[in-house]
Nanobody, 118 residues
Framework: QVQLVESGGGLVQPGGSLRLSCAAS????????MGWYRQAPGKQRELVAA???????TYTDSVKGRFTISRDNAKNTVHLQMNSLQPEDTAIYYC????????????WGQGTQVTVSS
């Protein structure tokens, strides 16, 4: 089992920034596709950003230009830099890890709360 631990969440004012981090416990971290998902109360969990083993990235439309996902394979970590935060970004943010392959399981962290409010 892959262990994932998120950190960096908190309370921030609109227009502010936060940097989320996810530490992974696996000997083959560089092989994983890593992602950040979020879930707000009463809403479905959605993909926010993802980064492949080849450093290809994807973002949901609502965060393009504001969020940046990155990975540090030497430290087994993935980060989400969140700028120009808005109240609608308020959610629990989850780290995700998955190897390519049919039937491979998703691994999830415990989540970290991000609240954007005045």
């Amino acid at each position: 089992q892959v262990q994932l631990v998120e950190s960096g969440g908190g309370l921030v004012q609109p227009g502010g920034s936060l940097r989320l981090s996810c530490a992974a416990s696996t000997s083959i971290f560089s092989m994983y596709r890593m992602g950040w998902y979020r879930q707000a109360p009463g809403k479905q969990r959605e993909l926010v950003a993802a980064i492949t083993s080849g450093n290809s990235t994807t973002y949901t439309d609502s965060v393009k230009g504001r969020f940046t996902i990155s990975r540090d394979n030497a430290k087994n970590t993935v980060h989400l830099q969140m700028n120009s935060l808005q109240p609608e970004d308020t959610a629990i943010y989850y780290c995700n890890a998955r190897l390519y392959g049919l039937g491979r399981p998703d691994y999830w962290g415990q989540g970290t709360q991000v609240t954007v409010s005045s």
